[in-house]
Nanobody, 125 residues
Framework: QVQLSEFGGGLVQAGGSLSLSCTVSGRTSGSYYFLSWFRQAPGKEREFVAGINLRTSAPYYTDSVKGRFIISKDNAKSTVNLQMNSLQPEDTAVYYC?????????????????WGQGTQVTVSS
C-alpha cells in the first residue's frame, strides 16, 4: 500500500510562483512506480499536469505547463515536488498527487492506483 500526501498550494497573483510537494510513504522500495500531478478545476475533468519516473527521473509535462512547471524528486525526503512558475488564472485548480504501480508514462487518470487528498491552488488576476 502506498500513501500520498500533498503540501503547499495557496493563493498567488498571476505571474507568481508556488511549490507543491507530495510525500510518498508505504511499500515503494524495490518496485517501479510512476508519480504524477493532476489538477481539476471546477466543472472540468481531472487532467494530467506533470509526471516523473521514480526510477529514471525522466519528466513528462502537458503542453500548457512546459517551460513553466518543473517536476523533481527528492529520494532522501521521499517527496516529489512541483515547482510552478509564471502562474496564470487558468492554473487555478485542486492539484492531486497520484502514483501507479508501473514505471511507464501515462496521462490516463484511471491508470493510477493511488491518490492524495488534493491541495488548492488559486491564481488571482
Amino acid at each position: 500500500q502506498v500513501q500520498l500526501s500533498e503540501f503547499g498550494g495557496g493563493l498567488v497573483q498571476a505571474g507568481g510562483s508556488l511549490s507543491l510537494s507530495c510525500t510518498v510513504s508505504g511499500r515503494t522500495s524495490g518496485s517501479y512506480y510512476f508519480l504524477s500531478w493532476f489538477r481539476q478545476a471546477p466543472g472540468k475533468e481531472r487532467e494530467f499536469v506533470a509526471g516523473i519516473n521514480l526510477r529514471t527521473s525522466a519528466p513528462y509535462y502537458t503542453d500548457s505547463v512546459k517551460g513553466r512547471f518543473i517536476i523533481s524528486k527528492d529520494n532522501a525526503k521521499s517527496t516529489v515536488n512541483l515547482q510552478m512558475n509564471s502562474l496564470q488564472p487558468e492554473d487555478t485548480a485542486v492539484y492531486y498527487c497520484a502514483a501507479r504501480k508501473n514505471n511507464y508514462y501515462t496521462s490516463y487518470v484511471a491508470a493510477y492506483d493511488y491518490w492524495g487528498q488534493g491541495t488548492q491552488v488559486t491564481v488571482s488576476s
